[in-house]
């Protein structure tokens, strides 16, 4: 029979080989293609030439027979003589060759190394917080069939401008997608650091925990515009659908281009679309292509949080010469407003940053007032410049109505519920962020410090890892290991922490100077208490370094040396009372100079003002030593005792670890409130696992 033909042939044989051969030699190649960062179409020539070969193969083993003479044609060998049979055992034990290889390196592809776990403990004091296990993303890969990640574009143009082109159109693909609630879109800050990565796609997928890639490049050419991107499986590194616009470059183009790649990735996870989704995909932000080139350039640039003032300003230029160039342009006058208020939260302030951001937000409110981009610019606009925290949490969650996976309004939401106490809802916001955003080495540290303050110990060890693990040189990373070091009672080991970078830089931020002189001023160290000293930034807006010396001099009985201190301090406090006299700094350099002065009644009167002065803010309690201190080296007990019995009622006895090593209340030991207080910290130190 026909069958048996082929059978005798070894047709079957030669297919069967053909297959396993093939698929091994496209796993070599994808290897050493991606390594030298090869273009795609070459491993697409490669994969057609292997596809034209198996008919081949199949038509050669049909019609030749290989012979100790030669390859002969089937019709010229005598049957009793053909040794297809001998042939035919020969490929068996290669084919079975080949599958054991193929096998081996499947097993090895899916199984071998550990998985990735961001959580390390190198520095000095892991021993006291060495604990790893956290939700990794294995198990959100296990949960979560519609996590995509965007690679960043390749830029395949000539010009460096372009660059900017293509960061912006890749952040406004991530945008679009971030609309979907289906989806779960990792965010830019985790996704930007795999630029010209060599990284092999399930590698990448396991960082950061998703089961789809979305990679591509963009190639500007005069008039024209060509991108090409493929949606990746993560788990077999297939392509589940790709695609090449080459189009003419327009406004309406970009957007359809996005639109459609956009449709075509929800289409591909099957994550269905709502309504107000499927047509916020249609709209156009702008007809203006060169406002939308600046536009792009500024989302480029921007990351949201914790810009120099240098940075801010270059974003703000680009925004504005887009509205320049588009008056109509919402989503550039929202980003705009972002910016200024940004600027006046985290920057030397001009002093009109709050009205520049309030006409930008009027306008985008005037044009687009339910986007997420207005009701974000809103959200910080009410958090960041008013400290209103009920209004921003209503444009946050309006924001995620509409955009689901909006990393700003999400953070945003985040940090606003801490400061209005709900700290639970807090750190289950900020959970969700770090699963957006795994490799930002931020909101790890901000997660620990409020699981820390919160109680969640064991909790907060796994966030404080991983976060040093990912910024390691981030002060404030480091700030958040000393505090949990110190809270577990771990004093030798912050100390050997304090002695390795980034603390022994000299450009360190006043507040973990702060912490750096409470541990050396705990383990009694006086040349390193100079050596501190001497890095703070005395003559700033701020008198928190002249109240650190003034401390160091209260230690030592230098009453001279306290005195000229004083002296030097009155001058500034006159000076800041003058020209900020409602600034919470000057308030707070008050409340300090008064107590280092141990003037009880100014001391009462400066506390009663700056509390009456400032918003509400339930961390403030807990991260505002200025008030605590100045109670204690005046000589307030009742003052002080109020203060913190009010504290560790509102968080726990954890909190009272400050009070237990800071030198400034050695006056107050012996006082039995104070005792009762230290009891309870010890008796949580002791259960505390």
Not at 527 to 532: F, K, L, R, T, Y
Not at 641 to 646: F, G, M, S, V
Request: net charge negative; hydrophobic share 40%; aromatic share 10%.
């Amino acid at each position: 029979s026909f069958f048996n033909e082929l059978k005798r042939r070894n047709v079957f044989r030669v297919a069967i080989g053909y297959v396993i051969t093939a698929w091994l030699l496209l796993q070599v190649v994808d290897l050493v293609l991606e390594n030298i960062n090869a273009p795609d179409w070459v491993m697409q020539v490669f994969m057609l030439a292997l596809a034209i070969g198996f008919p081949l193969a199949v038509f050669f083993a049909w019609a030749f027979e290989v012979t100790p003479d030669g390859v002969k044609r089937e019709s010229e060998i005598d049957r009793s003589q053909s040794i297809a049979k001998t042939t035919g055992r020969k490929m068996d034990r290669n084919i079975i060759i080949a599958m054991a290889l193929a096998l081996a390196y499947f097993a090895y592809d899916k199984f071998s190394g550990p998985e990735y776990d961001p959580i390390q403990t190198p520095e000095p004091g892991s021993e006291a917080i060495a604990e790893t296990t956290v939700i990794t993303t294995s198990e959100a890969l296990k949960t979560d069939d519609k996590s995509i990640a965007v690679l960043p574009l390749v830029n395949r143009s000539i010009s460096a401008e372009d660059a900017f082109f293509a960061e912006g159109l890749h952040d406004e693909l991530l945008t679009q997608l971030s609309r979907i609630s289906a989806l779960r879109v990792i965010s830019r800050t985790s996704v930007m650091g795999y630029a010209g990565t060599t990284k092999r796609i399930p590698e990448i997928a396991r960082e950061l925990g998703v089961k789809t890639l979305l990679e591509g490049g963009v190639q500007r050419s005069g008039n024209r515009v060509r991108i090409n991107v493929q949606l990746i499986d993560a788990a077999s590194d297939e392509h589940l659908w790709a695609e090449v616009y080459d189009r003419e470059l327009s406004a309406d183009n970009l957007f359809e281009i996005q639109s459609d790649i956009t449709q075509a990735i929800a289409n591909a996870l099957q994550a269905v679309l709502t309504g107000e989704e499927q047509q916020n995909l249609d709209q156009k932000p702008t007809e203006n292509l060169e406002a939308y080139a600046y536009y792009l350039r500024g989302k480029a640039e921007s990351r949201g949080y914790g810009r120099e003032t240098l940075d801010i300003d270059k974003t703000i230029a680009s925004f504005q010469a887009a509205i320049d160039l588009d008056p109509q342009f919402a989503a550039a006058y929202a980003a705009l407003a972002i910016d200024w208020t940004e600027r006046y939260w985290g920057t030397n302030k001009l002093g009109n940053e709050l009205q520049h951001a309030l006409k930008a937000l009027q306008q985008a409110q005037a044009l687009a007032p339910e986007s997420p981009e207005t009701l974000t610019a809103e959200g910080y606009y009410h958090y960041w410049g008013y400290l209103n925290y009920v209004q921003a949490i209503a444009a946050f969650d309006r924001a995620l109505e509409r955009e689901p996976g909006n990393f700003l309004a999400l953070r945003g939401k985040a940090y606003t519920l801490r400061r209005l106490g709900n700290v639970e809802e807090s750190i289950a916001t900020m959970e969700k962020v770090v699963l957006m955003d795994p490799l930002n080495a931020e909101m790890p540290a901000d997660l620990g410090y409020t699981l820390l303050h919160a109680g969640h110990i064991k909790r907060a060890k796994v966030m404080v890892n991983r976060s040093v693990k990912l910024g390691a040189n981030r002060p404030f990373n480091s700030l958040v290991r000393a505090e949990l070091l110190l809270m577990l009672g771990a004093l030798d080991q912050a100390h050997q922490m304090v002695k390795i970078s980034p603390w022994n830089d000299q450009n360190l931020p006043a507040y973990v100077l702060d912490t750096k002189l409470l541990i050396i001023r705990a383990k009694a160290d006086t040349g390193e208490i100079d050596q501190v000293l001497g890095n703070f930034t005395v003559g700033s807006q701020s008198l928190g370094p002249q109240f650190s010396q003034g401390l160091v001099y209260l230690d030592r009985g230098e009453q001279d040396k306290l005195n000229t201190l004083l002296s030097d301090m009155q001058e500034s406090v006159q000076t800041a009372v003058l020209e900020r006299p409602n600034e919470e700094a000057t308030l707070l350099d008050l409340v300090a100079f008064h107590g280092l002065s141990q003037n009880k009644s100014k001391l009462s009167e400066a506390v009663n003002t700056y509390y009456a002065s400032v918003k509400p803010d339930a961390f403030r309690i807990v991260e505002n030593r200025t008030i605590p201190v100045a109670y204690a080296v005046a000589g307030d007990s009742e003052g002080l005792l109020d203060y913190l019995e009010k504290m560790v009622e509102q968080f726990g006895p954890w909190e009272f670890y400050y009070f237990a090593l800071d030198p400034s209340f050695n006056n107050m030991r012996d006082l039995p409130r104070f005792q009762t207080l230290d009891k309870r910290y010890r008796q949580w130190l002791e259960q505390v696992e």
